[in-house]
Nanobody, 114 residues
């Protein structure tokens, strides 16, 4: 079974940047759509960005222009570059692999102060 491991979360000041990584354990990654989702305390989980196996991307309006999703198929890794972070971006960020079944990472916490 493919496993996803996120890394890169932490505390950052408003206006700062952070890069999240999600490494998949299997080569199925290469033909799967990958996505980043986030969930703030007491809030519904929401889509942040997705990227298809061919590199097509989609972003939530709230992050468009600030966040960039990318993938390295040779390393089975998807990234989320987050710039100009704001307190409203504070959430647990989850990596998702979509193919026949969805696979989720356990999440990594991003906290944006001030």
């Amino acid at each position: 079974q493919v496993q996803l491991v996120e890394s890169g979360g932490g505390l950052v000041q408003a206006g700062g940047s952070l890069t999240l990584s999600c490494a998949a354990s299997k080569n199925i990654f290469r033909i799967a759509t990958m996505g980043w989702f986030r969930q703030a305390p007491g809030k519904q989980r929401e889509l942040v960005a997705t990227i298809t196996s061919g590199g097509s991307t989609n972003y939530a309006d709230s992050v468009k222009g600030r966040f960039t999703i990318s993938r390295d198929n040779a390393e089975n890794t998807v990234y989320l570059q987050m710039n100009n972070l704001q307190p409203d971006d504070t959430a647990v960020y989850y990596c998702r692999l979509s193919h026949i079944m969805d696979v989720w990472g356990k999440g990594t916490l991003v906290t944006v102060s001030s």
